[in-house]
């Protein structure tokens, strides 16, 4: 089922661009923000179903913008993938050990990506 809301916290405009449109052509939803100061209100605010949140970000990154929605009531229980550059093995463990769902490297593989996405809705 398509339809969901999805958060995208990304700073890179192409990046942005290219997940925005990947998910509104199978027919999501999409919010974005462009720091994690943004995505954080944007996520208490629209209550999305899936963060899509990019680590390296202007203002606090995206595992302090992790921190900041797990430590809130309202915001805890949505799942949030990385969506990140950072694809060495070392920098996948810390992602994931700082309390992300999932993880998608960039660019992303476009198939790979939806699953994932789909796969993290579905488990909620």
């Known amino acids: 089922m398509a339809g969901e809301l999805i958060l995208i916290v990304e700073d890179n405009e192409k990046n942005l661009k290219l997940v925005r449109d990947v998910l509104q052509a199978k027919g999501y939803q999409t919010v974005e923000a ?3 100061e943004d995505g954080v209100r944007l996520a208490k605010e629209r209550r999305p179903a899936l963060v899509l949140m990019d680590i390296q970000l202007p203002g606090i990154d995206g595992i302090t913008a992790l921190g900041q929605l797990r430590a809130d009531a309202a915001t805890r229980a949505i799942p949030v993938i990385a ?19 999932g993880y ?21």
């Open 34 to 36: 462009g720091t994690g």
């Open 104 to 124: 998608q490297s960039k660019p992303i593989r476009v198939k790979e990506f939806l699953g994932a996405v789909r796969e993290m809705l579905d488990r909620t």
């Open 83 to 101: 969506v990140t550059a950072s694809a060495m093995t070392q920098d996948r463990q810390k992602i994931m050990a700082a309390g992300f769902d």
